[in-house]
């Protein structure tokens, strides 16, 4: 069936540098994605969104782009500090307003 | 902001035992949610609900029930509690596609 994948299981980042989330998704029609960060023992929490019609959205440090030509999302998070440290994931609308999750990608930031 | 609360952050429970997970929003959001989340298996669709008294299955319903009498509580109901029924259970509600998350409760079945 269609999912939702991300690239790279972990991500190690140096503290101060920039860090790039991959994720690939398979349901061209999907019109809403949405990244959640979810920290050790608590539940995802919202970061951004982006709908179809928008190839990028800034946030405060965080920057989606959004290619639908290849069916890719990117989460960008500009100045990695310590705190931001978590699993993050990508979701995508699949309809009736359920979203379908990828299996996460566990980011590491060294000091 | 949105507060999803989840009546449990940890249980333990008997093979066979009939469990019942609590989820309650104040945003009075139509649409609520139950996930189950797995190391490598990201988050699963067990039940969701549209509306009070309306239920529909996700991917993973089998060994689950749900219930939602009022609008802001949605209750997950494991019937017969077995091993592979371990692991954390998330809520969410949502008005549209923005789902906001409870912080869980992770659930061990010994």
């Known amino acids: 069936g269609e999912s939702v994948g991300l690239h790279l299981p972990t991500l190690s980042v140096q503290e101060g540098d920039n860090s790039i989330i991959n994720c690939a998704y398979s349901n061209s029609a999907s019109d809403y994605f949405i990244w959640y960060k979810q920290e050790s023992g608590k539940g995802p929490q919202f970061i951004i969104d982006?709908?179809?019609?928008?190839d990028k959205r800034q946030g405060q440090r965080v920057t989606v782009l959004l290619n639908k030509t290849v069916k890719h999302l990117s989460l960008q998070i500009a100045a990695t500090q310590p705190g931001d440290s978590a699993v993050y994931f990508c979701?995508?609308?699949?309809?009736?307003?359920?979203?379908?999750f990828g299996a996460g990608t566990t980011v590491t930031v060294r000091a | 902001d949105v507060k999803v609360t989840q009546s449990s952050r940890y249980l333990v429970k008997r093979t066979g035992e009939k469990v019942f997970l609590e989820c309650v929003q104040d945003m009075d959001h139509e649409n609520m949610f139950w996930y189950r989340q797995d190391p490598g298996l990201g988050l699963r669709l067990i039940y969701f609900?549209?509306?009070?008294?309306?239920?529909e299955k996700g991917d993973i319903p089998e060994g689950y029930s749900v219930s939602r009498e009022k609008k802001e509580r949605f209750s997950l109901i494991l019937e017969s509690a077995s091993t592979n029924q371990t692991s954390m259970y998330l809520c969410?509600?949502?008005?549209?596609?923005?789902?906001?998350f409870g912080q869980g409760t992770r659930l061990t079945v010994v």
């Open positions: 982006i709908r179809s019609n928008m």
């Open positions: 609900s549209y509306d009070v008294k309306m239920k």
């Open positions: 969410a509600s949502s008005l549209r596609q923005k789902a906001f």
């Open positions: 979701a995508e609308n699949i309809g009736d307003y359920k979203l379908s």
